[in-house]
């Protein structure tokens, strides 16, 4: 997915909520899975919305994996990432 398919600020950046908390279930006698994604609509964590989403095992494995390498992609970055000094 290219930066120019992903929602923007009116500013033009893209637009990203932090994420505060989420939630799983089970359903269907294990045939399908629940995910509910809670974030913050505005930067004073006043405001909140949520997702909730039903996948397979097998969609819920690839998005674990998906995770796993975006962090470890990420702690990669910040070990490259010259540290700056306070003085």
């Known amino acids: 997915m ?3 398919d992903w929602d923007k600020w009116p500013n033009g950046d893209i637009a990203v909520h ?3 908390r989420w939630h799983t279930a089970i359903f ?3 045939k399908a899975g629940a ?3 809670e974030y913050a609509l505005d930067q004073t964590l006043k405001q909140f919305g ?4 039903v996948l397979t095992s097998a ?3 690839e998005l674990a994996g998906v995770l796993v390498t975006l962090a470890n992609a990420m702690d990669e970055v910040a070990k490259e990432t010259p540290k700056k000094r306070l003085n």
Request: proline letters at 5%; a positive charge.
């Open 18 to 20: 932090p994420v505060t």
């Open 2 to 4: 290219g930066k120019d």
């Open 50 to 53: 949520a997702t909730q989403l």
């Open 59 to 61: 969609l819920l494995r």
């Open 28 to 30: 269907m006698q294990g």
């Open 35 to 37: 995910l509910r994604l």
